[in-house]
């Protein structure tokens, strides 16, 4: 989906970064010139961020095929002061992945492929650049399932999703990537390679050192290679959406399903989002068109033999049917229908609207539905008539919000952003539930982070990367 470009900030130019063409010759004369790309050559997809316009050209690109690449390029920008940025898949939400003025592109787009998948231990060691559904499929072919799934499961890569701790449709069940990581490799600013390829699930031996570089969007080190886990193969999920009168029922629906522990995903859409997307998404018939109520979206997915998926997710329904939390639902009987079911949920229609900026934002499930009121108050209050519309993975307390302004420039974004983070703040939730930081919300994060947790961040980064030549002016 996406974002708005209106409050973008970076870090100051490092005096210390030399001329565009010394670090083009110094980047061809240290990898080659089948690894790295003059700035003139990089093709626009690389510093082209998703429904926006180009950004700054990258002054050279590099795309490694090994550690020692990555090692070396690192060594080397270290050495001449020069800002690098990771890029994975290009699908993350803050704009992180995108050069500022002056910095060179590090893709890790060549560095794939599965290492290794240890069947008995329940792991899977692989490289950084390999897409989310690569590992999804290795995963499913050796009997496993891989925990997180999301949207952009083709384009995104493990490295990204790892450097963003992605959560998307299955965090209720087997947690954001943070909870995947067994192990994980990482290059430093200095191009030091910190190998932590643990494969135990218990290795209490010091700091957890992989927890440094999950969600920190590339500016500690860039990711290299992971070892991940493996769950139980799920067989073929049943897949529902329900019709539920308040949000009140809808909190009560999810404490009921929260106790069966095959559920994996419990998402929410408000009325008028549902009726919006019902109304708009091509080819796909919403279940309970036009109708008030909130609209939840559940599936059920067993790894249990011989348990049938859409028996016990009926049964599940028709108890809650029976203690008033459900006034309808449609339990999808085809592939297709489970599809539209999703189609509806993941929301793409509200892209069309104009001017749309989204939100990520968290809240404990519970507090969701005042969240909401004083959300929409907010706003009506400052812009009467304007459209907002709230839908999320609510089982773990996310809902993402699409607005539509008439009008939107600079100031209106800005003053939109504190809106909607001024309610968050109040209720001591998060302004990032899962896309992070990046540049769009980098002038906001002490809405939710105290002094004491961005100096502690800024010592880290300082430790770490003391010439700031890793992503700067993102997340900090
Ligand atoms: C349709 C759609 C649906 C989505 N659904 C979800 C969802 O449900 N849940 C969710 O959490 N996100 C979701 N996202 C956001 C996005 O997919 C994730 O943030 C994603 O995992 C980012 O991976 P990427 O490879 O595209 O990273 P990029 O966009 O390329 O980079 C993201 C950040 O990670 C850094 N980075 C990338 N690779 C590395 C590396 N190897 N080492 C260090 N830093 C690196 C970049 O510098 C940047 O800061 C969705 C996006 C889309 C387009």
Known sequence: MPTHDMTAARGEPDPAATDECMIDDELISELGADIVTRSADIDPRYFTAYNEAPGPRPRA????????????????????????VPQGGLTGLARGAFALEGEIVLSMERFTGIESIDVSAGTITVRAGTPLQTVQEAAEAAGFTFGVDLGARGSCQIGGAIATNAGGTRAIRFGMMREQVLGLEAVLADGTVVSSMSRML?????????????????????????????????????????????????????????????????EAMWPSFYRYVGSHTPDVLAPFAGEEGFAVLIEYATSAPGCDATETLEACLADSFEAGLIDDAALATSQRQARDMWLLREGLAIDALPN???????????????????????????????????????????????????????????????????????????????????????????????????SLMRRLKAALDPKHILNPGKVL
Not at 224 to 248: Q, W
Not at 416 to 436: C, F, K, P
């Open 356 to 454: 749309l900026v989204n939100f990520d934002v968290s809240l404990p499930t519970g507090e969701l539905g005042t969240f909401a009121e004083r959300c929409e108050a907010a706003l009506q209050a400052r812009w009467p008539g304007i459209v907002s519309l709230f839908f999320g993975h609510i089982g773990d307390g996310n809902v993402h919000i699409g607005v539509s302004l008439v009008e939107l420039n600079n100031t209106l974004a800005d003053e939109l952003d504190r809106t909607v983070y001024a309610v968050v703040q109040e209720m001591g939730g998060s302004i990032s539930a899962e896309h992070g930081i990046g540049v769009l919300k980098r002038p906001y994060l002490s809405c939710t982070r105290s002094d004491a947790e961005i």
């Open 202 to 266: 218990k290795n209490n031996t010091g700091y957890d050192l992989k927890q440094l570089f999950i969600g920190s969007e590339g500016t500690l080190g860039i990711i290299t290679r992971a070892v991940l886990r493996l769950r139980p193969k799920l067989a073929a999920p049943a897949t529902a959406m329900c019709r539920v009168a308040d949000y009140a029922t809808v909190v009560r629906l999810w404490e009921r399903m929260r106790a069966v522990p095959e559920v994996v995903s419990f």
């Open 61 to 84: 690109l590099v795309r490694p095929r090994s550690v020692d690449d990555v090692s070396r390029t690192l060594a080397l920008c270290m050495r001449l002061g020069q800002p690098v």
